[in-house]
């Protein structure tokens, strides 16, 4: 029968009306709600009191203060703490999603064990400490790393190394460590270094996204929001900060140190740095010898005019300040921060408003552990490419609250390294990449279930100690690592000074001149002081940044680039997060890659088109973005895409950045560095 107009009319009125008054696509709709309201890591719906508690985010470095709703004594939200001054009742998109976190599916449950290859089974706390004093009483070396920048945990975590005859911990790499080396080993200066960007009217990011992913962020973003002054970006990449500056300045990647020694020849040329001792003349004759603006400009991509004018810029401001790092808070070198440090010398800026301050380090209450500077001096990427060589492999390393099989440059080739250590153990909240390796799993609480603290995160423009506080007990049989590492001492006779690591933080209060009762509860405490600089000092070594290098085999930069709402080292992308991922950085496909139209033409790329992007580390597969964005011959990567562990909301989803990139050692201090990796497409 053919099918005519008032056939076809009648069959989809009447198909219509059928809709309505069937039953089923609104049991079908009814069904789908009730699905995704019972999804098993959702909180269920409580009633009671409505309560607020004050407390401090440990899912990132940057301390922001908290304020959590509890409903019966359950958390349902977090915001911004208005009264704490790294958060000023803002808050980053980790931070928010805080409480889905608490209930996500891939926290570890419990103590396991390892069976066989992904394969654990459920132990005791008792068994797990026997196993791990067996172990420790047998090795005859041992290590550790954390992932934590601030917390007093450290001092606990670095005594008890010690005591157990170990020089071996280490933290995870960051820029306040490259920092501190550059400012305490190469220019003999005191105390943490950190930025008043509220009261600079001139602000110079060199690399540093300052007002996206790095240092104290929501501080930072704060800070421009008041808008006091001009903010500049010097990178390879419109960053956050970049597209929100004033001016974004396209410079090459890792090159960001020959830009600051061509601005800082423009000062001494107009007479700055003559107050800066013996070696001044050196360091000058060096800067302009190396450094004149046709020399930097063709190693950073950068004109002559630009240098220029940006020094004169910087002169005339009455409050400048200039902040180095690298775009991903990691894989910059001392000598790159001296050399943006030097600037900050030359503007006669230290321990000035709107300058760049040297603040005090919060006293050591750990007899057993080393100091801080000795610390940042030892490197974690370093310790792991030796065991990667086959040289000092501990028997044992125990890993907290960090991911280095997936964050660390050589990606790959850190996990082999990993995997050669005897017995490997993880004290995680998430069972992620570095976890599913481990051999014991002793998962710490979520910071919404334990007591911690935070003091002055780096970047900060004054001194902070704030405290997290557990707002409920643990969802799963978690166990605070602190006080399992106390009774695990005592069992190997080891007296690391406290009974509990609520005496250790009380003591951490007090030398700071505060009371750890009100601390506990919300009260934060700050201070404006400085450290005076009485033996501030240059080195001639200053004045030579790693020079750029061609490379006809790989031609292309690789700049990475993290997003916070993307997850960031050592946490994966929260679910709630993950419809935040544009479609221009994820589809089913893969993941992209970003460059400009010249870089796309000069290769022949089109856009969503599948590329392969090689480098001396390892390679990973892409699509590609066009977006002008970018500076020519340069790629961008993404940082939290590609995990294989984890949960279904981040596993699988494009591929780890950190393959890509290629350690190689810095000029003049021979430390590991891995921000200027080069890489080929195909």
């Not at 009264?83 to 889905?100: F, Y």
């Not at 570890?108 to 068994?127: C, H, L, N, Q």
């Not at 082999?416 to 992620?432: G, L, N, Q, R, Y």
């Amino acid at each position: 029968m053919a099918l005519d107009r008032r056939s076809f009319i009648t069959l989809v009125v009447g198909g219509a009306a059928g809709t309505l008054f069937t039953p089923v696509p609104w049991k079908l709709t009814d069904d789908v709600s009730i699905w995704t309201q019972n999804w098993p890591w959702i909180p269920r719906l409580e009633y009671g009191e409505l309560y607020s508690v004050k407390s401090t985010c440990k899912l990132c470095p940057s301390g922001c203060g908290l304020e959590i709703k509890t409903v019966a004594g359950r958390p349902i939200t977090v915001s911004g703490d208005p009264d704490h001054p790294l958060s000023q009742g803002g808050i980053c998109p980790l931070g928010a999603c805080s409480v889905q976190l608490l209930y996500s599916p891939s926290r570890v449950k419990g103590p396991m064990k390892k069976t066989g290859e992904d394969r654990f089974e459920s132990i005791s706390w008792d068994e797990a400490r026997e196993i791990l004093a067996d172990k420790l009483t047998a090795a005859s070396n041992m290590a550790m790393v954390s992932g934590d920048e601030n917390g007093t945990i450290n001092e606990l975590l670095a005594g008890f190394v010690a005591e157990s005859g170990s020089n071996d911990f280490y933290l995870m790499p960051g820029d306040y460590q490259a920092c501190s080396q550059a400012w305490k080993g190469i220019m003999n200066g005191q105390g943490q270094v950190g930025y008043d960007i509220e009261n600079s009217d001139y602000v110079l990011m060199l690399g540093a996204d300052v007002l996206s992913s790095w240092g104290t962020i929501v501080r930072n973003q704060k800070a421009y929001g008041a808008k006091n002054g001009k903010y500049v970006y010097a990178g390879p990449v419109q960053t956050g900060s970049g597209a929100v500056a004033d001016k974004w300045i396209p410079v090459k990647p890792g090159c960001e140190d020959a830009l600051a020694l061509g601005i800082a020849y423009h000062l001494m040329r107009e007479g700055r740095g003559v107050f800066l001792g013996s070696e001044f003349n050196a360091v000058r004759r060096n800067i302009e010898s190396n450094y004149d603006p046709a020399k930097v400009s063709e190693a950073t991509g950068v004109s002559p005019d630009s240098i220029r004018d940006t020094a004169m810029e910087l002169l005339k401001a009455s409050n400048p300040v200039v902040i180095c790092g690298s775009e991903i808070a990691q894989g910059s070198g001392p000598m790159s921060w001296a050399a943006g440090l030097l600037v900050n010398l030359l503007l006669d800026n230290i321990n000035k408003p709107g300058g760049m301050l040297a603040l005090p380090e919060a006293p050591k209450v750990v007899d057993a552990a080393p100091d801080l500077e000795e610390i940042y001096s030892r490197d974690f990427v370093r310790f792991m490419e030796n065991i990667e060589n086959g040289q000092n492999i501990p028997d044992v390393i125990m890993v907290y609250e960090a991911n280095p099989v997936y964050s660390l440059p050589q990606a790959e080739k850190t996990g082999e390294a990993f995997e050669k250590i005897p017995f490997k153990v993880s004290f995680s909240t998430f069972m992620d990449e570095t976890a599913k390796m481990c051999d014991l799993i002793l998962p710490n609480p979520h910071y919404l279930e334990r007591l911690d603290d935070s003091y002055t995160p780096f970047g900060s423009g004054k001194v902070v100690y704030s405290a997290a506080r557990p707002v409920i007990d643990p969802v799963v049989d978690a166990k605070e690592t602190a006080d399992f590492i106390l009774e695990l001492a005592r069992e190997l006779n080891i007296d690391l000074g406290y009974a509990s690591f609520e005496r250790l933080l009380q003591a951490k209060a007090s030398a700071l001149g505060g009371n750890w009762r009100n601390i506990s509860r919300g009260q934060v405490l700050t201070s404006d002081e400085s450290v005076y600089q009485a033996e501030l000092a240059l080195s001639r070594s200053i004045g030579q940044a790693s020079p750029s290098k061609e490379d006809g085999q790989y031609p292309l930069y690789v700049a990475p680039l993290a997003k916070m709402r993307i997850g960031n080292d050592k946490i994966a992308i929260p679910p709630f997060a993950t419809v935040t991922i544009k479609e221009s950085e994820l589809s089913s496909k893969g993941f992209y890659v970003q460059m400009n139209s010249t870089t796309a033409f000069k290769y022949n790329l089109k856009q969503d088109q599948m590329i392969t992007l090689s480098s001396e580390a390892g390679s990973c597969k892409a699509l590609v973005n066009i977006a002008e964005t970018v500076m020519d011959d340069v790629v961008t990567i993404l940082t939290g895409f590609g995990h294989t562990a984890w949960d279904d909301f981040s596993k699988c989803k494009g591929d780890n950045a950190y393959k890509l990139l290629k350690v190689e050692n810095e000029q003049t201090t021979d430390v590991p560095v891995w921000n200027r990796t080069r890489v080929s497409i195909a």
